[in-house]
């Protein structure tokens, strides 16, 4: 008896839903096939186009929420409409409106987290684009997204080169977009305006209320996006499809370096030295000492270097004089020892950058080099401070001797 009744109750709400979904189809004759969510607010409607193609788990958990059906969800959400009574917490001016947090702080999830999508091409490179609202990292989407007023390319999950950006280092906004408005962006734009208060100076004065979220589908690809099931199968795999995005971002970085080391040698040409390239990808200009003393694994050498961005930006330095030469010497370091030779354990065990140690360990003591670290032997897509992430650099170092 109560299968019967669940059954019929899930039909119920099914019809429902078409009904409804039927009667907004009425209202906007003029969009063209697709998904749509129309978001009736205290302020006015706004009809947004949900990239179901390029962002088919992201909008299959936004579309599951609105209509309830949402496998993730709890029994006792099951059914309702996630979003209705739902408001709009976080409002900037000229940055974005956020929502989607049932308790309305800001901290709200609807019961569970999932992993991020990221579409190739999509960006928040325009107003009215829908993004997810997370707390960082990749694994920390929820319910809440936000719409935007102005461009924020830098929330893009994808770095301006199209790499993908290393979203699990702190502070790094790594936002999935799955959607724009088409209809309603002076909603947005009235929404973004209201009086705000708060400890932050971004909550509404007055509640700003999505009063209906409702789903709309044209044409029959949309009609069949059945979004309960795209969740289950999809969600999962969406961590190693980030790992293929990364590994053929690294083959393209690779590439890239190859030519970029080129074009080292070729400014380089009128440097003295050997000229070594390695299978890894590093390349030296090796200036060895005669009769210098190959270290042994168990000393600890000391090193001089200083290092430069690819276009000649300098950046760090052991030597006093390069300091001064860069304009970057500061009285206070020296003070504090930072011009002198550093202490590196001569084998693999070195904590230093991968092509740092490599260049080091084919060199004996008073040998100079430069070299070329390409961007994956080197701080890869974190960067490091003045670094930028994909950055390949370039040392002139120096073997100066054995720490005592």
């Excluded at 009736?40 to 309830?68: C, R, S």
């Excluded at 932050?200 to 690809?221: C, F, H, L, W, Y």
């Amino acid at each position: 008896m109560n299968k019967l009744l669940n059954t019929m109750k899930l039909f119920i709400i099914a019809l429902m839903v078409s009904l409804t979904s039927s009667s907004c189809q009425d209202k906007y004759p003029d969009l063209a096939d697709g998904i749509y969510a129309e978001i009736v607010t205290n302020h006015g409607t706004m009809v947004a186009k949900l990239y179901y193609e390029k962002a088919p788990v992201t909008v299959a958990n936004f579309v599951g929420l609105a209509e309830g059906t949402h496998p993730k969800l709890a029994d006792s959400l099951k059914g309702k409409p996630f979003y209705n009574g739902v408001i709009f917490h976080r409002v900037m001016d000229k940055f974005m409106i956020q929502g989607g947090d049932p308790t309305g702080t800001g901290m709200g999830t609807p019961g569970f987290k999932f992993h991020s999508e990221f579409g190739e091409g999509l960006s928040h490179s325009k107003a009215g684009i829908l993004s997810m609202a997370n707390s960082g990292g990749v694994n920390t989407n929820g319910s809440q997204f936000f719409i935007t007023e102005v461009p924020k390319t830098n929330l893009d999950g994808f770095l301006a080169n199209g790499n993908l950006k290393n979203c699990s280092v702190p502070r790094t906004s790594c936002h999935p977009v799955f959607g724009e408005l088409v209809v309603g962006l002076d909603v947005q734009d009235t929404i973004s305006n209201v009086p705000v208060g708060g400890p932050r100076n971004t909550s509404p004065v007055e509640d700003v209320v999505m009063q209906q979220v409702t789903i709309i589908r044209k044409g029959s690809a949309a009609k069949a996006f059945d979004a309960p099931t795209v969740f289950t199968e999809q969600e999962p795999l969406l961590p190693q499809r980030m790992l293929d995005i990364q590994a053929k971002d690294q083959e393209r970085l690779k590439e890239k370096a190859k030519a970029a080391a080129q074009n080292f040698l070729k400014a380089n040409a009128d440097k003295k030295g050997e000229i070594k390239e390695f299978p890894t990808g590093l390349v030296m200009i090796h200036n060895p000492k005669v009769g210098g003393i190959k270290p042994k694994s168990s000393d600890k050498v000391l090193i001089d270097c200083t290092g430069y961005l690819e276009n000649g930006t300098f950046f760090w330095t052991t030597r006093a004089e390069d300091a001064k030469k860069a304009n970057q010497y500061n009285e206070d370091s020296a003070k504090q020892g930072a011009y002198k030779p550093f202490a590196m354990p001569y084998n693999e065990s070195a904590t230093l950058v991968a092509g740092f140690r490599e260049a080091m360990l084919n060199m004996n003591i008073g040998d100079t080099a430069r070299i070329f670290v390409p961007s994956h032997l080197g701080y890869g897509p974190s960067g490091n401070g003045p670094i930028p992430p994909n950055a390949n650099i370039i040392f002139d170092l120096e073997v100066v001797g054995l720490e005592n």
